[in-house]
Nanobody, 124 residues
Framework: QVQLVESGGGLVQAGGSLRLSCATS????????MGWFRQAPGEEREFVAA????????QYADSVKGRAAISRDNEKKTAYLQMDSLKPEDAAVYYC?????????????????WGQGTQVTVSA
C-alpha cells in the first residue's frame, strides 16, 4: 500500500517560516512529479507547487511565488516545501501528492497518490 505522510505543519506567526516534508513508500518515486496542494475551510483544493521527477523543473502558484521552494530527495523518497514570509491567507491543510508521470502538472486529477494532509495555521 502506497503511503505519503506529511509532517512539519503547525502554528506560526505571520512572517515566519515552515518546512513541510512528505515521506513516501513509492517504489517509482523518481519517475513521478510531486506536488503540494492546500485547502482552506470552505475553499477548493488549490495548487501550490510541483517538482518534476528529477527535481529540475519546478512550478509555483502565483500566490506563493518568491516565498516557497519545493524540493525533493530521491534517495530518501521525500519531497519538501519550504514556505517563508507566511501570511494568514496561507493557513490551510497542506497535502502532498504523487503524479501519474514525470513532468510537473498543476492539475489535481494528474495526481494519483495523496497524503492525509498537515495543518498550517498562521497567526496575524
Amino acid at each position: 500500500q502506497v503511503q505519503l505522510v506529511e509532517s512539519g505543519g503547525g502554528l506560526v506567526q505571520a512572517g515566519g517560516s515552515l518546512r513541510l516534508s512528505c515521506a513516501t513508500s513509492l517504489g517509482t518515486f523518481n519517475d513521478r512529479a510531486m506536488g503540494w496542494f492546500r485547502q482552506a475551510p470552505g475553499e477548493e483544493r488549490e495548487f501550490v507547487a510541483a517538482v518534476s521527477g528529477g527535481g529540475v523543473t519546478k512550478q509555483y502558484a502565483d500566490s506563493v511565488k518568491g516565498r516557497a521552494a519545493i524540493s525533493r530527495d530521491n534517495e530518501k523518497k521525500t519531497a519538501y516545501l519550504q514556505m517563508d514570509s507566511l501570511k494568514p491567507e496561507d493557513a490551510a491543510v497542506y497535502y502532498c501528492a504523487a503524479s501519474s508521470n514525470y513532468h510537473v502538472t498543476v492539475y489535481p486529477y494528474d495526481y494519483i497518490y495523496w497524503g492525509q494532509g498537515t495543518q498550517v495555521t498562521v497567526s496575524a
